[in-house]
T-cell receptor
Framework: GEDVEQSLFLSVREGDSSVINCTYTDSSSTYLYWYKQEPGAGLQLLTYIFSNMDMKQDQRLTVLLNKKDKHLSLRIADTQTGDSAIYFCADPLGGYNKLIFGAGTRLAVHP | KAGVTQTPRYLIKTRGQQVTLSCSPISGHRSVSWYQQTPGQGLQFLFEYFSETQRNKGNFPGRFSGRQFSNSRSEMNVSTLELGDSALYLC??????????????FGPGTRLTVL
């Protein structure tokens, strides 16, 4: 069935790296996405990875994809207080723009 | 280029009433999708429209409906509101919505509270 799972909470110290993990059940999607949601706001597209890639780097963000294990991760280097938010991984396996979202990982950054 | 806009940003209604939410996509985008976000159920897909046609629908009752106009703007309607309809309703637009390769951009959402 359609399922995307994430751990619910992550706490890191400012300046450290954060790693947010996601597992998905369907591996047929061409892209997998990461979105960020700040309090009271909509979803901001952070990055995405093409399914034939293992890794994608975009400034402080690194996405790793392990298709064999159906595992996706988002690494944020030098995490700042402004990175505090909820992070969602999303799989468009539903077709025609039906994104299946994980429950979201709440990232708390403390000094 | 302006982003996805949603109006109104906040709404308070009472049970049994109906409500209409509006979404204007990014200029040039022809696909509009709607999602409901609640603390209990998370983000759930409602439906998607392209060229005024509904192409995909989630598992929501018939009280939830939508439409898209020729300028790609979209509205969603919820009739006979229930307390459980209280949620953040998010609209997303994309260029063509072709399969799984078309990136969706989200608006700020409409926060609906049903009393």
């Amino acid at each position: 069935g359609e399922d995307v799972e994430q751990s619910l909470f992550l706490s890191v110290r400012e300046g450290d790296s954060s790693v947010i993990n996601c597992t998905y059940t369907d591996s047929s999607s061409t892209y997998l996405y990461w979105y960020k949601q700040e309090p009271g706001a909509g979803l901001q597209l952070l990055t995405y990875i093409f399914s034939n890639m293992d890794m994608k780097q975009d400034q402080r963000l690194t996405v790793l994809l392990n298709k064999k294990d159906k595992h996706l991760s988002l690494r944020i280097a030098d995490t700042q207080t402004g990175d505090s938010a909820i992070y969602f991984c999303a799989d468009p396996l539903g077709g025609y723009n039906k994104l299946i979202f994980g429950a979201g990982t709440r990232l708390a950054v403390h000094p | 280029k302006a982003g996805v806009t949603q109006t109104p940003r906040y709404l308070i209604k009472t049970r049994g009433q109906q409500v209409t939410l509006s979404c204007s996509p990014i200029s040039g985008h022809r696909s509009v999708s709607w999602y409901q976000q609640t603390p209990g159920q998370g983000l759930q897909f409602l439906f998607e429209y392209f060229s005024e046609t509904q192409r995909n629908k989630g598992n929501f009752p018939g009280r939830f409906s939508g439409r898209q106009f020729s300028n790609s703007r979209s509205e969603m309607n919820v009739s006979t509101l229930e307390l459980g309809d209280s949620a953040l309703y998010l609209c997303a637009s994309s260029l063509s919505g072709s399969g799984d390769t078309d990136t969706q951009y989200f608006g700020p959402g409409t926060r609906l509270t049903v009393l």
